[in-house]
C-alpha cells in the first residue's frame, strides 16, 4: 500500500471514531433529557400523593422492585383501602385506551401496563395471602392531568388530578393496626437490600406502635419515625421521591455508578480527544 492511501485509511478511520463518538454522545443527551421529564414527573406525583396522609394513607417512594435487584417501584401506598402500587408516566402526545390497549401517539404501551401488573404481583407476594388480593396497580399519567380510562387488564390509568380521588375512595377493607404492620413490613422489605427471599408479613401489633391521631382522626399522621417509635424504614414518606440524576427512563433501574452528567462529560472529553489527535496526526499521515 502506498504511503497516500495508508495516510487516507488512517483519516477514514479517525473520522468515523469523530462520528461514532459524536453519535454516542447524542444518545447520552436524549436518554438524559428522557430521564429528566420521566424523574420530574415522579416527583409531581409524590406531592399529589401526599393528599392522603391525612386520611390515613402511608407512603414510600423510589423503592425496590421485589426481585429485581435494578429496578424500582415508583410509589407504593398503604390505608385503609388495600396496597396501590403507582407507576409515574410523563408521556407526552395522544395518549388512549382503545380496544382495551393503552396506546400513546397510536403505538402500543402493552410493556408498561405488563409492568404495572408485574409491580403489583411482587408486592403482593411479600405479604401473606389473606392480604395478597388487596394490592392493585395504578398507572398515573403526571403528562396527561385528566386522563381516565382501564385497560383490557383491568389496570386503571388515571392522569394525577384523579388518582388521589380514586385511592381515596376505594372501600376501607383494612383496620388502623393492621394498616400500620402492613406499611412497617412493606417499608423494611422494599427499602434494603434484596435478599433471596424475604420473610411474610406476621400480624404482630405489639412491634408496631399505633401512630399519632391526626388533627382528631382515627388516621395515622405525617410524622417522623423518630417521634413514633417506628424504625426509620416505616415512617410515613420514609422513602422520598428520586432527585436529579437517579433514574433511568426505560428499565426503572437503581444501579448507577455514575450519572447521565457524568456520561455526557466523558463523551464530549472523548470527542475533543479524537478531534485533537485527528488535526495533531494528519499531518504526518500526509506526508
Known amino acids: 500500500m502506498a504511503a497516500g492511501d495508508g495516510a487516507s485509511e488512517q483519516s477514514r478511520l479517525a473520522a468515523e471514531r469523530i462520528a461514532r463518538l459524536k453519535r454516542q454522545l447524542d ?77 400513546q401517539n397510536g403505538y402500543s404501551r402493552s410493556p408498561a401496563v405488563e409492568g404495572a401488573l408485574g409491580q403489583a404481583a411482587a408486592v403482593a407476594a411479600l405479604l401473606e395471602a389473606p392480604h395478597r388480593h388487596l394490592v392493585r396497580s395504578i398507572i398515573c399519567m403526571a403528562g396527561q392531568p385528566d ?63 399505633a401512630p399519632r391521631p391526626h388533627h382528631g382522626s382515627v388516621y395515622p399522621s405525617p410524622v417522623s419515625a423518630r417521634s413514633t417509635g417506628w424504625p426509620a424504614a416505616a415512617s410515613p414518606s420514609a422513602a422520598s421521591p428520586r432527585s436529579a440524576g437517579s433514574r433511568s427512563a426505560g428499565s426503572k433501574s437503581r444501579a448507577r455508578p455514575i450519572s447521565s452528567r457524568q456520561v455526557t462529560g466523558g463523551l464530549w472529553s472523548l470527542l475533543l480527544l479524537g478531534i485533537v489527535v485527528f488535526a495533531v496526526t494528519a499531518p504526518l499521515w500526509i506526508r
Request: positive net charge; without cysteine; aromatic residues 6%.
Open 27 to 103: 444518545h447520552a443527551e436524549r436518554a438524559a433529557e428522557t430521564w429528566g421529564a420521566g424523574a420530574e414527573g415522579e416527583r409531581r406525583t409524590a406531592r399529589r400523593l401526599s393528599e392522603l396522609t391525612p386520611r390515613g394513607w402511608f407512603l414510600l417512594h423510589d423503592v425496590h422492585w421485589p426481585g429485581r435487584p435494578l429496578a424500582n417501584l415508583d410509589h407504593v401506598l398503604v390505608g385503609p383501602g388495600g396496597v396501590v402500587v403507582v407507576d409515574a408516566k410523563n408521556w407526552t402526545g395522544n395518549v388512549e385506551i382503545r380496544a382495551g390497549v393503552l396506546r
Open 147 to 209: 386522563f381516565a380510562g382501564t385497560t383490557g387488564s383491568g389496570v386503571e390509568v388515571l392522569g394525577i388530578n384523579k388518582v388521589v380521588a380514586r385511592v381515596a375512595a376505594l372501600p376501607a377493607v383494612l383496620e388502623q393496626q393492621t394498616v400500620v404492620g402492613l406499611y412497617s413490613h412493606l417499608g423494611r422489605q422494599l427499602t434494603q437490600p434484596q435478599a433471596a427471599s424475604a420473610p411474610h408479613y406476621r400480624a404482630n401489633t405489639a412491634r408496631y406502635p
